[in-house]
């Protein structure tokens, strides 16, 4: 059975950080590209970074550039989020997901408030 499972997530003060994780089960996990999107109350889905399948390459939506960093482990099977100088704005439920070529995976989600 396929599970991407998140953690991590709470409240968090604006300025404060967070770091998510997502450990994957029941796939090749190094076969897969790795991303983090996120959706914001009554809003779409908004993708936030990927990283390819060995780490080599990192992307990130602009909003996020510069304070999140996208990491992976394949031995731990798990794919991390770090996310500094978080904004209000950053407040939504992130999902991490897998991609290879047509097939993709998704975990349930973790919940981040930033809030005072």
């Known amino acids: 059975e396929v599970q991407l499972v998140e953690s991590g997530g709470g409240l968090v003060q604006p300025g404060g950080s967070l770091r998510l994780s997502c450990a994957a089960s029941?796939?090749?996990?190094?076969?897969?590209?790795m991303s983090w999107v996120r959706q914001a109350p009554g809003k779409g889905l908004e993708w936030v970074s990927a990283?390819?399948?060995?780490?080599?390459?990192?992307y990130y939506a602009d909003s996020v550039k510069g304070r999140f960093t996208i990491s992976r482990d394949n031995d731990k099977n798990t794919v991390y989020l770090q996310m500094d100088s978080l904004k209000p704005e950053d407040t939504a439920l992130y999902y991490c997901?897998?991609?290879?070529?047509?097939?993709?995976?998704w975990g349930q989600g973790t919940q981040v408030t930033v809030s005072l």
């Open positions: 997901k897998a991609t290879r070529l047509f097939t993709e995976y």
């Open positions: 990283i390819s399948w060995n780490g080599g390459s990192t």
């Open positions: 029941g796939f090749t996990f190094d076969d897969y590209a």
